[in-house]
């Protein structure tokens, strides 16, 4: 255990869980619906692309928490754990002001907001 960050760790295996709800469980719920609309056929294509650029930034993040969160030996690159945590944290906050805004529950916040904070306190223990 001296040579891992557990927060890193949890921060990986929540944002890898949130990566597979992301990727089949928001192509079921979400995508595919939006396949099967009337939108016209540009903007259908462009949300699939922006979908699944989220998919790969959350897989790939999942990656850097789980390499660093296993390994404090290697070179740590703590300007992208730093960007990375922050940048989940705005994630979280997006959702948040959304559900205000529309009145309804976007409940993406509350994986995005852990991970975040999970990454930022695992900076404070490496």
Do not use: C
Not at 27 to 47: G, H, V, Y
């Amino acid at each position: 255990m001296k040579n891992k960050n557990t927060f890193w760790i949890i921060a990986g295996i929540l944002n890898l869980f949130t990566s597979f709800l992301h990727l089949i469980g928001g192509q079921l719920d979400l995508i595919n619906p939006l396949l099967k609309s009337r939108l016209d056929n540009q903007i259908q294509t462009e949300m699939l692309g922006v979908w699944h650029m989220v998919t790969i930034i959350l897989f790939a993040s999942s990656i850097t928490f789980l390499k660093y969160g296993f390994n404090k030996n290697k070179k740590l690159n703590i300007e992208l754990i730093t960007f990375i945590s922050y940048l989940y944290i705005a994630f979280s906050f997006a959702f948040i002001f959304s559900s205000i805004f529309k009145s309804i529950l976007a409940p993406q916040w509350i994986l995005l907001f852990p991970i975040g904070v999970s990454g930022i306190i695992g900076l404070k223990k490496s």
